[in-house]
């Protein structure tokens, strides 16, 4: 699965969050997150033929970050579509202009005076025309997006999301829940968080050794000093003389034990006789 960014997750939520799909065209869906008041519009005239972005200015930085938002939603869609993760009902344009702006319908109502110039009311306080300077959406008096460049390559391609409804599929909802990872990424996160979990607990396990290994000794000889020196008592011995049998394989340990002044005598004898 791929990688999504900040702005397809933004996005993709957007296609989760339809309430009734069939009632909806994804332009409008996508007039916030895209095409935002004073930021971007698409304008398609020749009934799709051709588009062109309306920007706030001509500057290379502001064409570069609107040209790469567009190429990045194809991106994502095409991968939707390809994935089966949406159902895409695409419409044909009937109408010869056509504006994706915020506050805006997807099928614009322009009309066309005696002088060839377009004017109709986006939403109150602003107004789309075409003059002298070509495409302008005007607010409040001012120019606030005008047209900078021409996206024709892009337009069929674009139109074909835009100006469609848009079914998002269970899986696709699934990867939403799940913070955009699939099945098997959260496997993998599963089986990684239980390797870490069995490392401490080595961790611990080693650590608790060292500390035996170090304080047995020391706990030893405070005993021996405190309460004096122990003895064996007669099943412990029986039980070390088990443990020693079982450890010799080739050899036969003959065990003699004899109290004299209360110490153990221990003869080991071999069984390889000349």
Known sequence: MRYFSPLEKQIVSALIGLKNPPENVFGMVMQPILFSKGKLALLVVNQGKNGMLLLPNRDLKTITTSMTEMVEFISLMEFLEKERLIYVQSFPMTCDVSLFYEGSSIYLDITRDECNNFSST?????????????????????????????????????????????YPTETLRGLVRNDFLTDEELQCRAQLKEA???????????????????????????????????????KQLLRLESVIKKMCKTDTVVYNRRLINDEPTFKVGSKNKD
């Open 122 to 166: 986006i939403s109150p306080g602003e107004s789309f025309v075409c003059n002298s300077n070509g495409y302008q959406v005007w607010q409040m008096g001012s120019v606030v997006l005008s047209t900078v460049c021409g996206v024709d390559d892009l337009c069929e391609r674009l139109l074909h999301y835009l100006n469609a409804m848009i």
């Open 196 to 234: 870490r979990k069995s490392v401490r607990i080595s961790t611990i396990a080693f650590l608790l050794s060292i500390c035996s290994i170090v304080v047995s000794p020391i706990v030893s000889v405070w005993v021996s000093n405190h309460y004096g020196y122990s003895t064996l008592s007669e």
